[in-house]
């Protein structure tokens, strides 16, 4: 069984807040913190348990709902769990996760409440990074000029951008999920499949990759138009996806027919 010098060594030694807190109204007053818990406020413990702070005092004003509707959740003996920011004493501030329950009599009143505290700073800097990531791809993604796709082995479109959704005058909505193939006119669509079956099998030769190709295709609308089309093959998380670069060139067609019509005007003058 352990004792209680050495359950205190424990507690002491780890990297994690860990307080004990009597519930006070709106308020939660700490009667125990211990150095962890110190190194992630700023605050010396008896600071809370001499009443002179409260935790709550630390945490920004806009995530305390948060705090009291988790905490709420002890009225029916759950654990808690929460996210929020704290004010360290320095000045600065710290992202925090909380676990918490409650202790109850027999009777059900609540005795007092274990808390474990981490500081996700770290974790929530790198999210807020990554999204941004995304946030500046997404960006980049809507305000080129072709249409980008990207579809799975069976053909199933994933995403589009908006440049796709123009040319091919898709309903973002309905988008994914849509076969790829119905975005070709019907004489190309075997051509299409046997191009992918070819980037599957990494048959260089036959799926000319990241080549453009020109084919028909058809809008949301039924219009048929000239299309080009360069499919590459990558491999996310262990997965084939197929990448499209798509582009109307149906202005391109009117000029090179323009031309054609009027060299051979010329000629026949001539």
Known sequence: MINAKLLQMVINASNDGIVVAEQEGEDNILIYANPAFERLTGYPASDFSTQQRSLNSLILPSDLPATRSAQNSLADGDVFEVNYRIRHAAGHIVWVSEKGRGA????????????????ISANVAAEQERREREDYVHTVLDNVIDGILTFSPQGIIESCNRAAEQIFALDPAHTLGLNASSLLAEPYRADYRQHIRALLQNDAELASHGLPRELEGRRQTGEHFPLEVALSRISHRGELKIIAVVRDITERKRVERMQSEFVSTVSHEL
Do not use: C, P, R, T
């Open 104 to 119: 109850y009599a027999d009777s059900g009143e609540l005795l007092w409440l274990d808390g474990f505290l981490w500081d």
